[in-house]
């Protein structure tokens, strides 16, 4: 019989991380075990000397990401050895890392980040960051209490408030929800996250806003982690190391043990049993039918867990540089001129080379992304011809933004569409999101950007669940209890 541990954590992204931090701070005897080799999740960067093509794609899999599209193509760039030097990191991450980097250092962590910077707002977008600031302090006004958006349409919201829906505000709420890749229409869209993002902005002021025309954001809520974004990960599992616990990656959990209603343990593996007095799940929410019999779920966690498949795809390319261009901004927030059947979208674009030390010296690696439906999606994989133009718009656009791009000689774009994420299912169906304790199985909990406390987005929504999972932790199985 193995060790037997006060918590057991099924995997090491954000949430899982941060949740076993904050337990094994406590003194929880904790151990994380994470399927992949590497630790991370979703925030995965990958070391451009030794990446290997093979490697590459089945990490990209593993979180239902393809390379639909890439230029030159990926033989051509493992071929030649395009990546090396680089640390590709797959979304990189900007939104609101500031309060988690504040988590790991009251933890006892630490972490390197970026220095502070400014994300200039696109004008043409018709609105400007002092308009969304007016908008949550108005929210904030009218209702305090941000749960009660969850099951609330964006559209009648709007109407009960009077608010024009052809004015700047629902054209705002619009921003949000493509912002965070909510890609149903607009109507389908709950309103809790949008809102809840311009609650959080404006409660928190910690963004001082830019003078420049349009507005900006900036302030110490932005800041990345250097050298890759599952660095924040591996802070928060160095705090768990530190308090004595233990990290086991390639440990894929097959099966949650529970035994007269309560979870005594995890089988990873062949057979090996892990004895443990709570489990938390912080994998992809509807992967968790997968690893424990049904009988065990209660039947709305079933049907909540169903509705939440397939309702949103995000996009993004990565854009590496030779050499760096001379004044490229700190990010940009913007929309591509439309390109028939993509109807022109917002999209963010981040250099994450120099200041982040993810380029070699004197060279650049750009990120970006957008949001773009299901169909969009599809017509990616299928139409290379509307693919070539949406480069086309899409490098015009950065030319327009990152003086010398064009007169660079930037080599690679690759595009992974196909990038389904939890968040942005969530966003477009925020009544769905499962509560972090399971209610038949007690100490069972969820953490993740699926579940109850997943605020926000991306991340930060990641580590906001965690955070309400400890609490709940906390509240029914107190360290003096176990
Ligand atoms: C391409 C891409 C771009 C993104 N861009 C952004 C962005 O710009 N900003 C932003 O804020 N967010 C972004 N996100 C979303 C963000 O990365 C996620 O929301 C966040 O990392 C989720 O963290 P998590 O802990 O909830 O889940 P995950 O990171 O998915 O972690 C779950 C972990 O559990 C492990 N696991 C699952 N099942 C098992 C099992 N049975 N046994 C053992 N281990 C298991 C998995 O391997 C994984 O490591 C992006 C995501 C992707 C894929």
């Known amino acids: 019989m193995g060790e037997k541990y006060d918590a057991i954590v099924i995997g090491s992204g954000i949430s899982g991380s941060s949740v076993g931090a904050m337990l094994s701070k406590l003194g929880y005897k904790t151990i994380v075990l994470e399927q992949s080799e590497q630790v991370g999740g979703r925030t995965f960067a990958f070391d451009g000397d030794t990446l290997t093509k093979d490697h590459f794609l089945k990490t990209l899999a593993m979180y239902d990401c393809t390379v639909a599209v890439a230029e030159p193509d990926l033989d051509t760039i493992f071929r030649e050895g395009l990546l090396k030097g680089y640390t590709v990191d797959i979304g990189y ?217 397939g309702t949103g795809v995000g996009g993004f390319l990565m854009n590496a540089g030779f050499p760096a261009p001379q004044s490229a901004p700190a990010g940009i927030f913007s929309e591509f001129p439309p390109v028939s059947g993509f109807g022109g979208r917002f999209f963010n674009a981040v250099p994450a080379g120099r200041a982040m030390g993810c380029a070699p010296d004197g060279k650049e690696l750009l990120f970006a992304g957008w949001a773009i439906t299901p169909e969009e999606n599809e017509l990616l994989i299928r139409d290379k011809e509307l693919t070539k133009k949406i480069f086309k718009s899409f490098s015009g656009k950065l030319s327009e933004v990152i003086a010398g791009y064009d007169k660079s000689d930037w080599k690679i774009v690759i595009t992974c569409p196909s990038c389904y994420s939890v968040g942005s299912r969530v966003f477009a169906s925020g009544k769905y999101r499962l509560e972090n304790r399971v209610p038949t199985v007690g100490n069972l909990f969820l953490a993740g950007d699926g579940v109850r406390g997943a605020v926000n987005f991306g991340q930060y929504a990641a580590y906001k669940s965690a955070e309400r999972c400890f609490a709940e932790i906390m509240g029914a199985y107190p360290l003096s209890l176990l």
């Open 93 to 309: 991450h900007r939104g609101y890392t500031g309060p988690i980097i504040d988590a790991i250092k009251s933890l006892g962590g630490e972490i390197e980040t970026c220095p502070p910077f400014e994300i200039p707002w696109d004008p043409k977008l018709g609105l400007s960051f002092p308009d969304l600031m007016e908008v949550s302090k108005r929210i904030t006004e009218l209702n305090p209490n941000p749960d009660d958006y969850d099951d609330v349409s964006i559209v009648e919201f709007a109407k009960e408030q009077g608010w024009d829906l052809n004015g700047n505000l629902y054209k705002m709420f619009r921003f949000m929800a493509d912002a965070m890749q909510a890609v149903k229409p607009i109507d389908q869209t709950a309103a809790g996250d949008p809102i809840r993002s311009l609650l959080l902005r404006g409660r928190r002021q910690r963004f001082p806003v830019s003078a420049a025309a349009g507005g900006g954001l900036k302030g110490e809520i932005l800041l990345p982690p250097k050298g890759g974004s599952d660095n924040v990960s591996k802070s928060f599992l160095n705090i768990i190391t530190k308090n004595g616990g233990s990290v086991r990656t390639g440990a894929k959990v097959k099966k949650i043990v529970v035994e007269g209603g309560v979870a005594t343990g995890v089988v990873v593996g062949k057979d090996e049993l892990i004895q443990g007095k709570i489990i938390v799940y912080s994998g992809v929410i509807f992967s968790l039918p997968n690893i424990i019999e049904k009988k065990h779920l209660p039947k709305d966690y079933l049907r909540r867990i169903d509705a939440l498949s």
